[in-house]
């Protein structure tokens, strides 16, 4: 990962709330349906735009919110992260440090997502390497 300073904090949306299995298009499309929930808030940065087409993401760490909900929370770790060939940063957000259970649970939900986002991706035609590359917390980077 290309070591570059994250913001203090972030907007997100939450487009999957914690034990969702369902993930939507900005339109409100299905695009796709996870075979477990997700152990986290899944959400987006406002006004912004990742290598992917898509915003930016984010995790929000802690209890369960309402999709749709917008949170103003401090960013506490980047993953590393590559969909089809394109760089696609996750910020994880909490409004307490990351803890070692929490990191644990990151690290193992991001590299299934990549085994299985990879599987949609030749489905859905995409090339290029999808793939987890680790965690970068404040300054110090933890490698897969």
Request: glycine share 10%.
């Amino acid at each position: 990962m290309a070591s570059q300073e994250a913001p203090r904090a972030l907007e997100v949306i939450i487009d999957v709330p914690r034990g969702s299995f369902v993930k939507r298009d900005d339109d409100g499309r299905v695009d796709y349906v996870s075979p477990f929930p997700c152990p986290f808030n899944y959400g987006s940065v406002p006004n912004t735009l990742s290598g992917d087409g898509d915003r930016l993401d984010a995790v929000v760490l802690g209890p369960r919110l309402a999709q749709g909900a917008r949170v103003h929370v401090p960013v506490v770790a980047v993953v590393d992260f590559v969909d089809a060939g394109q760089s696609d940063p996750k910020y994880i957000c909490s409004v307490g440090p990351l803890g070692t259970a929490d990191r644990l649970l990151v690290e193992g939900f991001f590299r299934v997502y990549a085994y299985l986002k990879g599987a949609l991706n030749l489905v859905r035609n995409k090339r290029g390497a999808t793939r987890f590359g680790g965690i970068e917390i404040a300054s110090a980077k933890v490698r897969a």
